[in-house]
């Protein structure tokens, strides 16, 4: 009878760390799930803009607080803090490699609103494979998923 009670306990035991491995694996947001690549950006109201070809701007979100991905030729890693609809990066930190296009006064503008608008979050949402993050100055980029 004893053995049989261990036995039954162990059981419940094994179950019960399934469950919370399960717990821990749904309570990523959507956000971490996934790696992103920016195709628009613009003012929440009016059109967007699409990138200066050639340009690539990238996120992935570790789920531990952290966030890297690239600005065109640099690359850039930060901490966040996220819930299911706020979204901040703190202490952002980009390299300075010379991109090719760098003179191009299109470009710089398209950087500097993109950099600024990451360091400004207030808020972000998820839809179908797109992640939409606004920006306290009303800048809103689009983001798509990537493999």
């Known amino acids: 009878m004893a ?5 039954i306990l162990s059981c419940i035991l094994l179950l019960s760390g399934c469950e919370l491995e399960n717990e821990s694996t749904d309570s990523k947001l959507p956000l971490e799930q996934q790696n992103w690549s920016l195709k628009s950006y613009g003012f929440q109201m009016g059109e967007k803009n699409n990138l200066v070809s ?11 607080s952290r966030v890297s991905g ?5 690359s850039f890693f930060s ?13 952002m930190v980009i390299t300075r490699a010379f991109c090719s296009h760098a003179d191009n006064e299109t470009f710089q503008s398209q950087h ?17 494979y797109e992640l939409t993050i606004n920006s306290t100055d009303s800048t809103q980029l689009i983001y798509t998923e990537t493999e």
């Open 3 to 7: 053995h049989r009670i261990s036995i």
């Open 54 to 64: 050639g340009s690539n701007y990238t996120l992935v979100f570790d789920g531990a």
């Open 70 to 74: 690239s600005f065109d030729c640099n």
């Open 79 to 91: 901490k966040y803090t996220a819930d299911e609809v706020r979204l901040s990066i703190e202490g």
């Open 112 to 128: 500097e609103t993109i950099r600024d608008a990451l360091m400004t979050i207030q808020t972000y949402s998820i839809s179908g």
